[in-house]
């Protein structure tokens, strides 16, 4: 079994400054992870995603995670917020082979302040 | 590449009413699933094809909804009767087989509104 814990529903930071989305995850195998973004009324678009390549992972829009088996957590960063990174961000978890269906967690909601 | 296609974008019914939506996915791709996104949640997992058959399906309310993929390309999702409680967006994603970590593909989602 597989589940995904965010643990913030809503992160609210003003631009130009750090953030931090953060994520653990519960899973039997070695998991896939991944972060996907959903603009207002949009698709989910892929952030970034974890193999079990570098355990640094860098994605697009400046956006980053990092994999830590020993703390089972995958937190997405930014250095530098912009107005346009406000969305809902999902943390998900999957099977690298296999169903590799995958499992959401409920979501954080990022507001960008002026 | 083209993208998966799902149609309508939006339906609105009264409850007891019975509704279908509609996936094509990317192809070549064999796996195709089927999530519902309630408003305020993330996606759940409600079906899951390989080709044209159910690989998963544990999550389907299946006394109200189903779902074929004939000839393994296609696939359609029925709810009958609907619930006020099945709006949600229902969204369509392919995958290829063989692909390890991703390759999944959603597509935009069909906006329901049960009244």
């Known amino acids: 079994a597989q589940s995904v814990t965010q643990l913030d529903s809503h992160v609210s930071v003003s631009e130009g400054t750090p953030v931090l989305l953060r994520c653990n995850y519960s899973s039997s195998y070695s998991p896939s992870l991944f972060w996907y973004v959903q603009h207002p009324n949009k698709g989910l678009q892929l952030l970034l995603k974890y193999t079990s390549a570098a355990t640094l992972v860098k994605g697009i829009n400046g956006f980053e995670a990092e994999f830590k088996k020993s703390e089972t957590s995958f937190h997405l960063t930014k250095p530098s917020a912009h107005m346009s990174d406000a969305a809902e961000y999902f943390c998900v978890v999957s099977e690298r082979t296999g169903r590799r269906a995958l499992t959401f967690g409920s979501g954080t909601r990022l507001q960008v302040q002026p | 590449e083209a993208g998966v296609a799902q149609s309508p974008r939006y339906k609105i019914i009264e409850k007891r009413q019975s509704v279908a939506f509609w996936c094509n996915p990317i192809s070549g791709h064999a796996t195709l699933y089927w999530y519902q996104q309630i408003l305020g949640q993330g996606p759940k997992l409600l079906i899951q094809?390989?080709?044209?058959?159910?690989?998963?399906d544990s999550q389907l309310p299946k006394d109200r909804f189903s779902a074929e993929r004939l000839k393994g390309v296609d696939s359609t999702l029925k709810i009958q009767p609907a619930k006020l409680e099945d709006s949600a967006v229902y969204l369509c994603?392919?995958?290829?087989?063989?692909?390890?970590?991703?390759?999944?593909?959603f597509g935009s989602g069909t906006r329901l509104t049960v009244v």
């Open positions: 994603a392919s995958s290829p087989v063989t692909v390890q970590g991703h390759g999944y593909t």
């Open positions: 094809f390989q080709n044209n058959g159910v690989v998963d």
